[in-house]
């Protein structure tokens, strides 16, 4: 009879795989389960439209992926993931037919701000240009997982990231950089006036000044596709089509690791009302599009973007963010759309793209988000409507079902503000572990919290790693 095992994942999101291959690579052994029947989670690449159009379901372009400490010390590379760069990383059109941008250049980025607010952006940053990888292993590593390489740094970065977003507002004089400011923001799906919200908008644009807002070469399942491949390359196994419902289910083990939401982990492992005061915040409703050509931008910096944020002033993104979160569908909504063709013609046919976008609606939705998100789009891309060859549209409930992680069309797996942005699944220097000393949390629930990086796994891995070797010492 086989020897039991020392670690099993439920999950095989980026943060269930992460886990895996930490715990693998320390010589445990490790298997995955998942629901579906490919690997992926959020990170999954398919035909949703017409035959050729390869589509991101979820997440497409990765600011904290390309700088995940995690990832960066695997040799994914030799699995197929390379990175590609848009000529910009991000534009933020205008209604007069201009854009702001984020920039791979500090410099390029400030002076699409206008002459008043480039001064106050450069030096905004310029304290934390050349500090990425350790301010991100720090940052992402906490609470407990790591001592601090550079606790100074973090400090000071954590003096001004735990100010709201009105505290940088503040700091510019003209709307431009506010907006994209509230843009990037705005990506956390949560109001912008809460608790470190200053920190997550200085987060994603130092990411692009560092290392850039890069895409997968064929789609996020890439991502997916290498760390399984690494995963089985060290030992570990991944079984697909196995839904598990409560822990019998599993194969005996030392430990159990869950990339799920914590409502599902306390279902199937009989935690009760272990989580009962952890929140799901708004949803989006999301449209992949198969276009005959590119989206007809009126701004020429936004033709060149992989992402373009559309919300034309701080207002408007504050005031859809609150509607959303609120329980409002916003009348003009924020959007935030990629365009993976323009660096990967792979991802369509010869000519064609394809284009992604989404907006902020209340949490379990069931409306009908389609025309407010063109009519939108139109704003600032006159004619958009007829490149439309086919659109894949998903609001909460859809979302719901193809990730059981997206509770009411969360992607996030739980709001992420206020307290619950930086304490996550609860206020706890231990957020993977559980009541249950063999079961463990390892999605984007726990800290760091969303996105495609893999940390929360990383993090639990190491959880685990000390539990085991804490109970081997006994």
Known sequence: MPSMLDAVVVGAGPNGLTAAVELARRGLRVEVFEAKDTVGGGARTEELTLPGFRHDPCSAVHPLGIGSPAFRNMPLERYGLEWLHPELPMAHPFDDGTAAVLSRSVAETAASFGARDAGTYRRLMAPLLGTWDVLARDFMSLPLTALPRDPVGLARFG???LQPYSWLMRRFRDDRARALMAGLVAHVIAPLNGVATAGVGMLFALAAHENGWPLPRGG????????????????????????????????????????TSPTALARIAGLGRAYDGYKYGAAVFKIDYALDGPVPWTAEEARAAGTVQIG???????????????????????????????????????????????????????????????????????????????????????????????????????????????????????????????????????????????????????????????????
């Open 220 to 259: 996020s399942q890439s991502i997916s596709d290498a760390l399984t491949g690494y995963l089985r390359d060290l030992g570990g196994v991944v079984h697909t089509g196995f839904e598990v419902k409560r822990l019998d289910d599993l194969p005996p083990a030392r430990t159990y690791l869950f990339d």
């Open 159 to 161: 003096a001004v990231g």
């Open 312 to 474: 034309p002033s701080s207002r408007d993104i504050a005031t859809a963010l609150s509607q959303a979160s609120g329980g409002t569908a916003p009348r003009t909504p924020f959007l935030i759309t990629a365009q993976p063709s323009l660096v990967d013609p792979s991802r369509a046919p010869e000519g064609k793209q394809v284009f992604w976008a989404y907006g902020h609606v209340p949490n379990g939705w069931e409306g009908d988000f389609t025309d407010a998100i063109e009519r939108q789009i139109e704003r600032f891309a006159p004619g958009f409507r007829d490149r439309v060859l086919a659109r894949a549209t998903a609001g909460p409930p859809q979302l719901a079902a193809r990730n059981a992680n997206y509770v009411g069309g969360d992607i996030a797996c739980g709001a992420a503000r206020g307290l619950q942005l930086l304490l996550r699944p609860k206020i706890s220097l231990f957020p993977y572990a559980t009541r249950h000393p063999s079961v463990f949390l390892c999605s984007s629930a726990a800290w760091p919290g969303p996105g495609v990086h893999g940390m929360s796994g990383h993090n639990a891995a190491k959880a685990v790693w000390r539990a085991l070797r804490k109970a081997d010492a006994r």
